[in-house]
């Protein structure tokens, strides 16, 4: 028997590319390497296109449990030894920088080698898709940033380490004004699962691979289940977000002092865990929020995103206060 909630949100015919499971879908798996190498290729400078690619398993990054439990999506290395993590960021993040930072030093680490080693690394990029806007950047029309180490003058100090950020909400173009393969990357990712049938500009072999591999009418009952699951988390973080935001402006207004400011973020957080991982907050959870430093709570409103049940929770608190 179908579940009411599938019937209720199943209603389009290609899947939506920002939740996680049409992202893993669409760039993850074997059969659709090829959608997965022309992205990239689009965002790449010219001079680091590749032609084939393997995927790599994340759980075997990081050196210990807390850094082996897998945040970004994809890992992969392409043909001639560079290494790719890629990452599709929903909300905003305030740390975004800083995590992709350290994340980009696991890939680097697994290179040592045991024994008399040369230190020789091969490039690592961290790539960042983003449905959010960097607080930096929201005067800035430029929608793809390609980040490396230089030094004062300038000159680019080491060429095998970048970070490309892609902020999607400035991309603003509708179908009759796509110019390039860049343009219709960035629409399918934002419009795909409002198309009805495949748009003439998007009738080229890679678009029309994607286009068979997202109907959701050849998903496999599991599959559907699995969207459905995905689709329903990434509204009510939208969802959540949005309130956050009016309820953070609401009792900034109405409290305008320090500690009333504090009560509401605990108050607010208390809801988003309670809503996110699907629990009634104890009175001994309450008491350990309670005690958390404000800059604290900031950091743990924007980790929840990634916490998946209390045991996540715990672990992230125990790790914060191993820190402190």
């Given at each position: 028997?179908?579940?009411?909630?599938?019937?209720?949100l199943?209603?389009?015919?290609?899947?939506?590319?920002?939740?996680?499971?049409?992202?893993?879908?669409?760039?993850?798996?074997?059969?659709?390497?090829d959608?997965?190498?022309?992205?990239?290729?689009?965002i790449?400078?010219?001079q680091?296109r590749?032609?084939?690619?393997?995927?790599?398993?994340?759980?075997n990054?990081?050196?210990?449990?807390i850094?082996?439990?897998?945040?970004?999506d994809?890992?992969?290395?392409?043909e001639t030894?560079?290494?790719?993590?890629?990452?599709?960021q929903?909300?905003k993040?305030?740390?975004?920088?800083?995590?992709?930072?350290?994340?980009?030093?696991f890939?680097?680490?697994?290179q040592a080698?045991k024994g008399?080693?040369?230190y020789?690394?091969?490039?690592?990029?961290a790539?960042?898709?983003?449905?959010?806007?960097?607080d930096?950047?929201k005067n800035?029309?430029?929608?793809?940033?390609?980040?490396?180490?230089?030094?004062?003058?300038?000159?680019?100090?080491?060429?095998?380490?970048?970070?490309?950020?892609?902020?999607?909400?400035?991309?603003?173009k509708?179908?009759?004004q796509?110019?390039?393969?860049?343009?219709?990357?960035?629409?399918?990712?934002?419009h795909?699962p409002?198309?009805?049938?495949?748009?003439?500009?998007l009738?080229?072999n890679?678009f029309?691979q994607?286009?068979?591999?997202?109907?959701?009418?050849?998903?496999?009952q599991?599959?559907?289940?699995?969207?459905?699951?995905?689709?329903?988390?990434y509204?009510?973080?939208?969802?959540?977000?949005?309130?956050?935001?009016?309820?953070?402006r609401?009792?900034g207004?109405?409290?305008?002092?320090?500690?009333?400011?504090?009560?509401?973020?605990?108050?607010?957080l208390?809801?988003?865990l309670?809503?996110?991982?699907?629990?009634?907050?104890t009175?001994?959870?309450?008491?350990?929020?309670?005690?958390?430093d404000?800059?604290v709570?900031?950091?743990?409103?924007e980790a929840l995103?990634?916490?998946e049940?209390?045991?996540?929770?715990?672990?992230?608190l125990?790790?914060?206060?191993?820190?402190?």
């Amino acid at each position: 028997m179908s579940n009411p909630m599938s019937i209720r949100l199943s209603r389009d015919r290609y899947i939506n590319l920002l939740t996680d499971f049409g992202f893993k879908r669409l760039f993850g798996t074997e059969p659709n390497k090829d959608l997965l190498i022309d992205f990239l290729n689009v965002i790449l400078p010219i001079q680091h296109r590749v032609r084939d690619l393997t995927y790599r398993n994340t759980e075997n990054l990081g050196n210990t449990p807390i850094d082996r439990k897998a945040i970004f999506d994809l890992y992969c290395e392409s043909e001639t030894g560079e290494k790719f993590i890629v990452e599709m960021q929903k909300a905003k993040h305030n740390y975004f920088k800083d995590r992709s930072i350290y994340y980009s030093t696991f890939p680097i680490q697994e290179q040592a080698e045991k024994g008399n080693w040369n230190y020789k690394l091969t490039p690592v990029y961290a790539i960042g898709i983003l449905d959010f806007i960097f607080d930096e950047d929201k005067n800035d029309d430029t929608l793809l940033h390609i980040v490396e180490l230089k030094d004062q003058d300038g000159k680019v100090f080491y060429e095998k380490l970048k970070f490309i950020y892609l902020e999607l909400p400035k991309f603003k173009k509708s179908i009759d004004q796509l110019t390039d393969h860049f343009d219709k990357w960035l629409f399918l990712l934002q419009h795909l699962p409002e198309l009805e049938e495949p748009p003439l500009p998007l009738q080229e072999n890679v678009f029309i691979q994607l286009f068979e591999a997202s109907q959701i009418a050849s998903f496999s009952q599991e599959e559907r289940d699995a969207y459905e699951n995905s689709l329903k988390y990434y509204r009510d973080m939208k969802g959540v977000v949005e309130t956050a935001r009016e309820e953070g402006r609401e009792e900034g207004r109405e409290e305008g002092k320090a500690q009333g400011i504090q009560e509401g973020k605990q108050a607010l957080l208390l809801k988003q865990l309670s809503r996110k991982l699907g629990i009634i907050i104890t009175d001994e959870l309450k008491v350990q929020l309670h005690q958390l430093d404000p800059n604290v709570l900031d950091t743990l409103s924007e980790a929840l995103f990634d916490l998946e049940n209390l045991e996540d929770l715990h672990n992230w608190l125990k790790n914060i206060n191993h820190r402190l």
